[in-house]
């Protein structure tokens, strides 16, 4: 019923009530668009990198970026993390042209300013390519806890039930980062054969009740668009012109601007 043991959820334009709890509709996964090289499979929600070296790095942004709400999500680390894997969020469009294209050097989240990650090496914290102590290193099968709150500019890690340095979501202590303002979008730097399972709530959180408040990352849960049917602000008439005047007519609304273009 929770999605854990089935190879098959749901994921769909038409928002939901799934059997997790974690209502839904189309969920975050990674973007196979945002890099070249790395294996995606299980939906996009696994990503396996057979680079190594300074040059065999990549960067893999999420298929929704956020600038408010509470958002949480799990990651479970497949390998020692001996090649290299970060994890946290990156400013977009700031870090647009630092990360790509992915064979930039040394290419991962946490490099730049407007960017936050936990290095899933020895735990530390990352920004601005500057690392401090914050948790401890991830093992083969460990589980990531991220918490991320754009209301108040915040991030927290942990893993397997325990948030690093004694932090609380729920009570908004302790982050790993504050002051954070913007547009993000979840990323992974990953290198060297390493690999990654993500789950933004198409399954459920085996950590939720620590996290009250913070939600999946999908459509249903990501605030109503100003313009919910596009048609009534822009549209599209076609004709094939005979040589007589043309009357734009059948659209649903008034345009204060028409752009005409042969086809």
Not at 30 to 44: D, E, H, K, R, Y
Not at 106 to 116: D, L, P, Q, R
Not at 135 to 157: E, F, T, V
Request: hydrophobic letters at 30%; charged letters at 15%.
């Amino acid at each position: 019923a929770d999605g854990s043991g089935v190879d098959s959820l749901l994921d769909s334009p038409t928002n939901y009530s799934a059997d997790s709890g974690n209502n839904g509709g189309n969920y975050c996964t990674w973007n196979p668009l945002s890099a070249n090289g790395p294996t995606f499979s299980q939906g996009n929600l696994t990503v396996e990198n057979s680079g190594s070296g300074p040059s065999g790095w990549r960067n893999i942004a999420s298929t929704i970026a956020v600038s408010s709400g509470k958002w949480y999500a799990e990651f479970d680390t497949v390998g020692s993390q001996n090649g290299g894997l970060f994890l946290g969020i990156q400013k977009v469009p700031e870090d647009n042209d630092q990360f790509n294209p992915g064979t930039l050097s040394n290419n991962f989240v946490g490099k730049t300013a407007n960017s936050y990650a936990l290095n899933c090496f020895n735990g530390s914290k990352r920004t601005n390519n500057s690392d401090s102590g914050y948790g401890s290193g991830m093992s083969a099968n460990d589980r990531i806890m991220m918490a991320l709150d754009l209301d108040n500019g915040k991030i927290w890690w942990g893993k397997n039930g325990t948030w690093f340095g004694s932090g609380d979501p729920d009570s908004g202590t302790n982050a790993a980062f504050t002051g954070l303002s913007g547009t993000f979008v979840f990323a992974v730097g990953i290198s060297a054969g390493e690999k990654i399972n993500s789950n933004w709530g198409q399954r459920a959180f085996a950590y939720s009740n620590n996290i009250s408040g913070f939600k999946s990352l999908c459509t249903q849960n990501l605030a109503d668009p100003t313009i919910s049917d596009g048609s009534t602000a822009m549209d599209v008439s076609l004709w094939t012109g005979n040589g007589t005047n043309k009357t734009i007519s059948g659209l649903s609304h008034s345009p204060d601007l028409a752009w005409v273009k042969a086809r």
